[in-house]
């Protein structure tokens, strides 16, 4: 029991070590250089690192997940601005896929106490949702149904969501499998977004905007609605 006690420990140091070490890098680059405001920004930072632009890339995007109220659609613009939508995806897919994981296994050493802690008032709807889907095989089906919808339903606070599921009953495979699914559509619109920019595509711009204001404003008044409808309906089964 001392061995599996200091383990636990240490691990726990791990955590809060890199916590820490993300929110300080954080702060750093946005005091230093304003990154996190703007894909030019983003991008004259990451040309100064030629060849290992793309490693630094991959680094801003995994901090953009852990700390989570960082906007992550300038990122993935910046992706598109930086590296065209095939290669801008792809390193941006990478980088969220080991950002997510960060985020489920933090949420999973540390509980639901540390979850409530940093999850606003407005999103414990999400949280109320998967706790009700218990794990039976076929709830299992269905939260993994319910994820995926969150991440691809637009509205819906994404980034957040590792931390919920760290605490689910959805484990780590189906969680990296169905969240990454759910991210790819918007995430690569974003990425065409941003190498449109870099060619000043101005008529084409306005158009893909009006409709990603549009998906937004229809995540956000019937996004909740769908979650709330399909997690009833089949608990009520």
């Known amino acids: 029991m001392e061995k599996w006690s200091k383990k636990k420990k240490i691990k726990t140091i791990i955590y809060i070590l890199c916590a820490v070490a993300f929110l300080l890098i954080y702060i750093h680059l946005y005091r230093k250089y304003g990154i996190f405001k703007n894909p030019s920004e983003i991008r004259n930072f990451i040309l100064q690192y030629g060849s290992y632009g793309f490693l630094v890339y991959i680094l801003l995007q995994i901090i953009q997940i852990v700390v989570f109220f960082i906007p992550g659609e300038i990122f993935q613009i910046a992706g598109g601005y930086i590296y065209g939508s095939l290669w801008g995806g792809v390193l941006s897919l990478i980088g969220t896929a080991i950002g997510s994981t960060i985020t489920y296994w933090i949420a999973h050493r540390f509980g639901k106490p540390f979850v409530h802690k940093i999850l606003s008032r407005n999103n414990f709807w999400i949280l109320e949702k998967l706790d009700k889907l218990g794990s039976s ?3 299992k089906k ?10 691809l339903i637009p509205g819906v606070p994404k980034d ?3 931390y919920v599921c760290g605490i689910s009953e959805i484990s ?3 969680f990296i499998i169905y969240s990454l699914i759910g991210r790819i559509p918007a995430l690569f619109v974003s990425v065409y977004f941003g190498e449109k920019f870099s060619k000043d595509n101005i008529p084409l711009l306005i158009i893909i905007a009006v409709v990603m204001s549009i998906l937004f404003l229809i995540g956000v008044v019937y996004g909740k609605k769908i979650i709330h409808s399909m997690s009833d309906e089949e ?3």
């Open 142 to 151: 269905k939260i993994n149904a319910v994820v995926f919808l969150l991440y």
């Open 160 to 162: 957040i969501l590792g």
């Open 137 to 139: 095989k076929k709830q």
């Open 172 to 174: 780590f495979r189906d």
């Open 235 to 237: 608990i009520e089964n």
